[in-house]
């Protein structure tokens, strides 16, 4: 812990506070799992705490009226195999939290162990940064379905504690389950997390039941009358409960009653319509909404990125070093065959150029501009010692000057001087 205490007085290296902020999710996972773990083992305690003691009342009452002993003992018999079961659940989610603990411990001590690398530049550092990295490769193979690869992984490499096998998988099962259009899965991993998706004003539930019902008029469209007394029945039980709620989206207030209210017109539009919006509504692409909307909604309640840790890290890294020039069309020999440079720059390489095309430039609070700068007619500029000596290099003429990097000659009579002011 007394790593903890280090990092939590600020006392940190920059780079290390980076790879701390990075790490956030590591030790922020098993605390939200740990935290919906003790509501679940509450929960269970107060629904049997009522009746348990309503039971026992009863058997008293009972006992002292000179009631059936029978009746008594069958009454505390009930009241005993509910009280085991409670006990056999208590134990199931004191297994989860010990896991969860133990996930934690290791956790830390991996952070902490970054914490007691002296320096960047020794093996120290890059024995860490190799578990780093097989986390990083684990958690992307997790997002991109790859369970079985990525559980292959995290055993070879010995971090199946630093890495969420089981959330992932259970996620991804889920999103499969909505892209082949069932909904049972999900439903019961919103009955799960009711009161958490209730704080968080999640709109996955009202959704799921709006496509049951949608599927339910598509049905008696196609032949099935009987199905569009089902899909009233489901509106009336499902659907009108969430006519006072209101969902915010991208700055949008939705109103629960409004899609109701358009779900009602379905019963006069059949499947293949053009009218708005209940073409939207019966569109099979509904399907992959709410696997998208499901994979932010299980994201946000875990405090899980929406992208791989992998993408963020690389994004950092690339962005550290681009420069307007990396993706310039005269930026060197790769990209521009009269260039006489060759550049050294990981981002102008072929393997990266196109990865780092989005990322944000490099910010830079200092500029380094040579002793002796001249401008060619073209506008670019380079320092003259070592524009001439360059030009001597390649055989350039007395007299003329050419541009390393386009490639274009110009009479020296037309290179001038620059000043910085």
Known sequence: MSDLNH???????????GHFILDQPLLRLPHELARKNFKSAQLAVERLREPSLATIHAAANSSISGGSAAQTLATLDIMITRIQGLKRKIESLAGEEAVLHR???KRIQHLGDLYKVPSFIGKQYDEWSRIRLHRLIADYLLRSGYGGTARTLAEEK????????????????????????????????????????????????????????????RMGHSGYP?????????????????????????????????????AAGLFAFPPHTMTEPYRSLYAHARWSYLSRLFVSTHHNLLSLPTRPLLHIALSAGLSSLKTPSCHSSFASSSSNSKSSTTSVCPICSTELNDLARNVPYAHHTTSYVETDPVVLPNGRIYGRERLLRMNSKVGVPDGQVKDPITGEIFAESKVRKVYIS
């Not at 939590?8 to 506070?17: D, M, R, S, V």
């Not at 971090?159 to 992932?168: A, G, P, Q, T, W």
């Not at 999640?202 to 496509?211: C, I, V, W």
């Not at 089902?230 to 207030?253: D, W």
């Open 158 to 217: 010995n971090i199946e504690e630093l890495v969420d096998l089981n959330v992932f998988v259970q996620c991804h099962r889920i999103q499969e389950s909505l892209l082949a259009g069932k909904t049972q899965e999900c439903l019961a991993w919103c009955a799960d997390n009711k009161q958490a998706l209730k704080k968080i004003n999640s709109e996955l539930e009202f959704e799921l039941r709006l496509q049951q019902y949608v599927e339910l008029v």
């Open 226 to 262: 009987s199905n569009f007394n089902e899909a009233r029945i489901h509106s009336v039980k499902f659907l009108t409960p969430h006519s006072e709620n209101k969902y915010e989206k991208q700055g949008v207030i939705k109103h629960a009653a409004a899609r109701i209210f358009q």
């Open 7 to 17: 990092i939590k007085g600020g006392h940190l290296n920059p780079i290390k506070e």
């Open 103 to 105: 996930q934690s411990k």
